[in-house]
């Protein structure tokens, strides 16, 4: 489980240290507040720990991400996972001068670095494949998902067996239809999990298509209202929907999901009963963790207190981030609203406060939503 972030000069995130103390954590704050910057630094930083290989192409990617006005000797990433024994593990991304003898540098424009350290310990470990499978039970298999309800429609030939939904959502149908005809139980329980959000959408089918090198399949809705509806026909919403529950129920489930945009496309009482859908499955996985962005009090409102992360802007544009339990009037509101109507009140800008004299806040009213 990831249970701490750091980042410092990655894109707005100049200075920012982030805590998940829950497998649930969901960020809120505005437009260009960094919340999705943090999903895209810890998925960045999990495809480095995928396999020695991939860490030359993260650490040149990284390099034209570093925040204007600074360079890689101020820059670093560093996020820490506990193993299952408790073992704090950190992955880091620095500069160079700054690794140990046994970090990974790329061979050309040797600016940063990536190395695993383990808690009590100065040197880095050795980045081979023995050393990234040990340490799989700490970070585990991530994936950063950005769905885009024309992948998540299209039908494509699948690249892999068993296939995958890809970050994207691209191969959803494919995926679907893998599991319809290989792994029926886990196909009932997406349409379940699915029908429980969406309930007017009765069956989920496949049809099929030619393409250049045979044929693909294609998703088909059953609607109380219509039979038959082809998926690039549904709603961005229901799309969505389906790719993150076909993600966590997929044939390769991954252990930490970074969702960008929880709320998308969904009516409130979805937004609402999404979030319990999702405590049922963390329940189900014990090691599944799920970081998410959203801008909905609804989401927030399902919530418990210690889930939420504000994200804001300072003066100078960059990124500052805080729990909502750090607020000041929390405790004498904490019985008396939900997260979701605390945070409508009081909004983002508090963040830039923290370390500022406090003046005298407006009293908040409940909010009903």
Not at 124 to 139: R, S, Y
Not at 270 to 297: N, Y
Request: glycine letters at 8%; a neutral charge.
């Amino acid at each position: 489980m990831i249970h701490r972030a750091k980042f410092q000069n990655f894109k707005a995130l100049r200075d920012v240290e982030i805590t998940f103390d829950s497998r649930l954590t969901v960020l809120v704050g505005p437009n260009g507040s960094g919340k999705t910057s943090v999903l895209q630094g810890i998925g960045l930083l999990a495809q480095a720990n995928r396999n020695p290989g991939a860490v030359n192409h993260v650490l040149q990617e990284i390099r034209h991400l570093i925040s204007s006005g600074t360079n890689s000797s101020e820059f670093q990433i560093v996020v820490a996972a506990l193993r299952k024994d408790g073992e704090e593990i950190r992955f880091e991304i620095l500069p160079s001068d700054a690794a140990g003898a046994g970090a990974r540098q790329p061979r050309t424009k040797r600016q940063l670095a990536f190395q695993i350290i383990r808690a009590g310990q100065n040197q880095p470990l050795p980045i081979n494949q023995p050393q990234l499978e040990l340490f799989k039970d700490a970070f585990g298999e991530t994936v950063f998902l950005r769905l885009d309800a024309i992948a998540l429609a299209d039908s494509v030939q699948p690249e892999l067996m068993p296939p995958n939904v890809q970050p994207n959502g691209s191969g959803l149908a494919a995926t679907l239809g893998y599991l319809a005809l290989n792994q029926p139980e886990q196909f009932a329980q997406i349409v379940s999990n699915f029908r429980s959000l969406i309930p007017n959408v009765e069956h989920i089918r496949f049809d099929e298509v030619k393409s250049g090198t045979g044929t693909n399949k294609v998703l088909l809705f059953d609607f109380s209202g219509g039979r038959g509806i082809r998926s690039n026909f549904a709603s961005n919403g229901t799309l969505y929907l389906l790719g993150l529950l076909t993600v966590i129920l997929g044939p390769r489930r991954p252990r930490v999901i970074l969702f960008d945009d929880l709320d998308h496309g969904l009516h409130p009482k979805a937004q609402m009963e999404l979030v319990g859908v999702l405590r049922k499955l963390l329940t189900q996985f014990p090691d599944l963790q799920i970081i998410a962005t959203s801008h909905s009090p609804y989401i927030l409102n399902q919530l418990a207190w210690n889930e939420v992360r504000v994200t804001g802007l300072s003066d100078d544009g960059s990124a500052i981030c805080a729990r909502l339990e750090d607020h000041p009037e929390v405790e004498r509101w904490r019985e008396a609203m939900t997260p979701g109507e605390f945070w409508s009140h009081i909004g983002d800008d508090w963040v830039k406060k923290l370390d500022k004299p406090q003046t005298e806040q407006p009293q908040p009213t409940p909010v009903a939503l």
